[in-house]
């Protein structure tokens, strides 16, 4: 199963942080992501297939991606055909998908850059998604300090400008005119676009990280920072959207096709930058918040010996979905919804619990001291739902991520009233 990484991962729409995944009905859409993937459907960008690795980073294409790509192709084509009228039809083509790949790879690049100063501040890079809008690049956790942040966000725009300088030095070595000159100045000009477009100061572009990183430095306040970056971001996703309407609704300016697409994106941006400031609620809410202050004192247990068809009855008479599993008195294991969820319907009278459970050695564990956003990121990072808390041998308790969000939600309601 895909990893899902935690809180914030950088993701550039052409760059940066948001959260990709379907709203839930009962929890706020921002808190949809932190749910436990068993139940997750439709997760918009989790199911693009993989096409590769390159640094050992797996390399999504979404399927979204496909419809951006012969859009991409065809506005090519048609704009060689009426800029070099006396190539031929196979040369436009060519032109077109040329410059479409080309560009993805420049996309491709751009990410790379932000995994690779990740990786190096040992962040792990979960993977890099190419989908409608551009990439996304998902990292495991957010940087550490401020320099970490500005150095991995401004590395995108720094190889987006590299690239530009690239194609315009490979542009200016071939005959104007040709296919290659056409297609390498107009790749330079996107990747001088892409990189600007970036440097715009608002999340989720590059330019509102290093604007966080930057007043992150200055104040000291992680918080301040990034509710300047996404205030910076919400105004910039809003003026896209009033642009593109107006373009859409005139014909004037962007043009009615342009003034939708814009208008797509500063509402893509919009939802990811009020992302940005969920999180920093999140880390609010938690803060100061330890396993043992909200875990269940409860300890649901089964025996090892029975069947997998006897402990699904006892979830269903339950409703529990977590198990301690026992033999001799003693914690063998941990059996739950997930587990069983494993096993096909027909072997669920010859398979038992031992078999299904995970086995003690196996199993992540907390202890009540551990800070509950830490270890949120830790079952997000390990995909793990429950966890049983533990003091020395003995389980004390247990912990989902369930609970957890349950308590983020509710602290954040109280907050809100308070703030009335
Ligand atoms: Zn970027």
């Known amino acids: 199963m895909e990893k899902h990484a935690v809180a914030a991962r950088t993701q550039c729409q052409y760059g940066n942080v948001y959260n990709d995944d379907e709203c839930d009905r009962k929890l706020p859409g921002w808190l949809a992501a932190f749910r436990p993937p068993e139940r997750k459907r439709g997760n918009m960008l989790g199911t693009g297939f993989r096409i590769g690795r390159i640094f050992g980073i797996p390399i999504h294409l979404h399927g979204s991606w496909f419809l951006l790509f012969a859009l991409i192709t065809f506005s090519w084509v048609s704009y060689f055909t009426s800029e ?4 031929g039809v196979e040369q436009h083509w060519a032109a077109g998908i040329l410059s479409s790949l080309l560009f993805f790879g420049s996309v491709l690049f751009h990410e790379l850059a932000h995994s690779v100063v990740a990786q190096r501040y040992k962040i792990p890079v979960v993977s890099i998604t190419l989908f409608v809008f551009g990439g996304v690049a998902r990292i495991g956790r957010e940087a550490r300090t401020a320099g970490q942040e ?14 530009a ?4 030095l490979v542009a200016t070595a071939f005959a104007e005119g040709g296919i290659f000159a056409a297609v390498a100045s107009w790749l330079a ?4 676009a892409l990189a600007t477009f970036n440097l ?6 590059d330019g509102g990280r290093i604007l966080r990183a930057i007043v992150w430095r200055l104040t000291g306040d992680y918080t301040r920072a990034t509710k300047m970056a996404s205030v910076g971001g919400q105004l910039i996703a809003y003026l ?8 859409a609704l005139t014909d004037e300016f962007l043009g009615r096709f342009g003034g939708i697409w814009w208008a797509f994106i500063g509402w893509f941006l919009l939802s990811a930058a009020q992302e940005s400031f969920a999180q920093v609620a999140i880390r609010n809410s938690l803060r100061g918040v330890r396993a043992g202050d909200i875990m269940s004192a409860e300890l649901p247990t089964v025996p090892r010996n029975i069947t997998v068809a006897d402990y699904v009855d006892e979830i269903v008479r339950t409703g529990r979905r977590c198990h301690l599993v026992q033999g001799d008195g003693q914690l063998v294991g941990l059996i739950s919804v997930h587990a069983v969820s494993g096993i096909p319907r027909e072997e669920w009278t010859t398979t038992s619990v031992q078999a299904a459970m995970i086995p003690r050695a196996h199993v992540h564990v907390t202890s009540p001291e551990e800070p509950v956003l830490k270890l949120l990121e830790r079952m997000q990072g390990e995909d793990i739902n429950q966890m049983p808390v533990v003091t020395g041998d ?3 308790g247990l912990i ?21």
């Not at 000009?189 to 001088?192: K, P």
């Open 240 to 247: 896209m959207i009033l642009a593109g309407i107006y373009s």
């Open 200 to 205: 715009i100061p608002g999340f989720p572009l």
């Open 400 to 420: 989902s991520r369930d609970s957890i969000l349950r308590v983020i939600q509710t602290r954040m309601e109280m907050g809100r009233m308070e703030g009335q």
């Open 165 to 168: 300088g690239c194609f315009f």
């Open 84 to 87: 070099h009228p006396h190539w």
């Open 189 to 192: 000009v996107i990747n001088f």
């Open 150 to 163: 500005f150095n991995i966000a401004v590395a995108g725009p720094v190889s987006s400008y590299f690239l």
């Open 394 to 396: 003995r389980v004390v």
